[in-house]
């Protein structure tokens, strides 16, 4: 009998070793496919974004290539919409020689307008050139019935700019390149073809004069051609790029609204999918790691407290080191890129400013004193960063000797500028050290969001393109993105030794 429960409780207790066992080898199969399905939940949520994200700045792109087409069709038109010997042969009477030489011969042949007509001001037309021929003025009448509510507009257009000059008027500004342009434009279809149309009263230029009344309007008609399409869907990037009607498009495609109100034509091409990619790039990754994971938690099982504390361990340090910057503490690219996506994502406020900066003479620092007096220097122009941005905004080391604030207060131009002429001028202050000292310099590039660019990585590109600026117009100096419509600072004046040439 002592004998049989002495055996009964081994086996209870074997019972309960295995089952322990079971229960853990469980365990471990759950965590595996917990991180198999965590994972591609994550790997779907990232491609998803970047689908969306993608989606977006082609979209920008798209827009951004249509405006620039209209803006090189008004610029063309203005060559002679915009001339005191136009308004001398064309407004009073017609010189159809001038028209021949000026118009016929060259619009079509250099600029790809198709059809130039110019409306009088009773509303009829008064001349043609279809190509580089001269048309009848019946021909085109379908011309202006298309466009007259262009003309209309460009005719209130001149209206409000034009000023009085002795016995007749004139406009000062630009009718194209100027704040508040004088042309009207849209897409639309004529004889089977979309086509751009340019709208834009005959002005002068110089000494002419126009007289009162309604003014002649010159119409530029430049189809937006298949080979037309295929070059701008190269240059962007995009597959498939072409034009169709709003209720014809492609599947699978992605889509912009051309021309005015409700639009009849859209620009489709084929929807990029950055998920595709990073599926089939992780994909192998992850099921490398779910092998090695189901290996590493079956030793995990055996030795479970220690391997458990080393691994806490080891994720605090990944963790912290997957976002910051291990030289300097400093937040890494990815944890400001991050940052700038959730400030825009949450349109926590309705503004902010990218500031790129980058170290000039920092190689001759290197080549001088070695990597470790070069390390000091990059901890050290880390901290003068971060005491001049403060808590306007976040700065991060993005790079060797590349750094980036993301600004959130004082916003203005004069503040941003300031506060720029700070950062250099605390990098520029000499760094001692034992056994010697030296000093850097620093070029900032800036731009702002929204109105240099919508998304966060077309903000940063901004703003590094005018860091480019800022060091081929002479580093040291603050360059603002294009979009900001102001002029670039002009160079702050060396707060250090005398610099070093430049690296």
Request: proline share 5%; glycine share 6%.
């Amino acid at each position: 009998m002592q004998q049989t429960a002495t055996g009964s409780t081994e086996h209870w207790l074997d019972g309960r070793k295995r089952n322990l066992a079971l229960v853990i080898y469980l365990v471990c199969v759950a965590v595996v496919i917990a991180f198999a399905l965590s994972n591609t939940h994550m790997l779907g949520s990232a491609g998803g974004i970047a689908d969306e994200v993608r989606a977006q700045d082609e979209r920008h792109l798209v827009r951004n290539e249509f405006d620039r087409q209209v803006e090189i069709l008004a610029d063309d038109q203005s060559r002679v919409s915009h001339w005191d010997e136009a308004v001398r042969a064309l407004v009073a009477r017609i010189d159809w020689t001038f028209v021949q030489d000026e118009i016929a011969n060259w619009h079509w042949e250099d600029f790809g307008i198709q059809a130039t007509v110019m409306v009088g001001p009773d509303d009829a037309p008064r001349l043609l050139v279809f190509e580089d021929d001269i048309r009848s003025e019946a021909e085109a009448k379908a011309y202006v019935d298309l466009a007259s509510d262009l003309v209309q507009q460009a005719r209130e257009a001149y209206a409000s700019a034009r000023e009085r000059e002795g016995a007749g008027f004139r406009v000062t500004r630009h009718p194209v390149r100027s704040r508040d342009p004088l042309y009207v434009s849209d897409v639309r279809e004529m004889d089977g073809e979309v086509n751009m149309i340019v709208a834009q009263v005959i002005v002068p230029d110089d000494d002419a004069r126009l007289p009162d009344g309604p003014p002649n309007v010159l119409l530029t008609f430049k189809p937006l051609l298949p080979s037309t399409m295929s070059e701008i869907g190269r240059k962007l990037g995009l597959r498939d790029f072409a034009i169709h009607p709003a209720n014809a498009v492609p599947p699978d495609s992605d889509v912009l609204p051309l021309g005015r109100g409700a639009p009849r034509f859209v620009a489709t091409w084929v929807r990029s999918h950055p998920s595709t990619v990073i599926w089939r790039e992780a994909l192998p990754l992850l099921v490398g790691v779910l092998v090695l994971a189901a290996i590493a938690l079956g030793f995990v099982a055996l030795r479970f407290v220690r391997s458990l504390r080393r691994l806490q361990k080891s994720e605090e340090r990944n963790r912290f080191l997957a976002n910051h910057d291990a030289l300097t503490g400093l937040p890494n690219r990815v944890q400001f890129e991050q940052e700038m996506e959730r400030v825009l994502q949450r349109s926590e406020q309705d503004r902010c400013a990218v500031l790129c900066i980058d170290l000039d003479r920092f190689k001759q620092v290197n080549d001088t004193w070695g990597h470790p007096i070069g390390d000091l220097v990059i901890r050290t122009v880390a901290a003068r960063i971060l005491e001049a941005v403060g808590d306007r905004g976040m700065s991060a080391r993005v790079g060797g000797d590349e750094f980036i604030v993301l600004l959130r207060e004082g916003l203005d131009r004069a503040s941003v500028l300031v506060l720029c002429d700070a950062i250099v001028a605390g990098i520029c202050s000499q760094i001692v050290f034992e056994g010697g000292s030296t000093s850097v310099g620093a070029s900032i590039g800036v731009a702002w969001w929204p109105d240099d660019a919508l998304t966060a990585k077309s903000v940063i590109r901004s703003a590094d393109e005018a860091l480019y600026r800022a060091k081929q117009d002479g580093r040291g100096r603050t360059f603002l993105a294009a979009g900001s419509a102001h002029p670039p600072e002009p160079p702050l004046p060396d707060r250090g030794a005398k610099p070093s040439p430049a690296i």
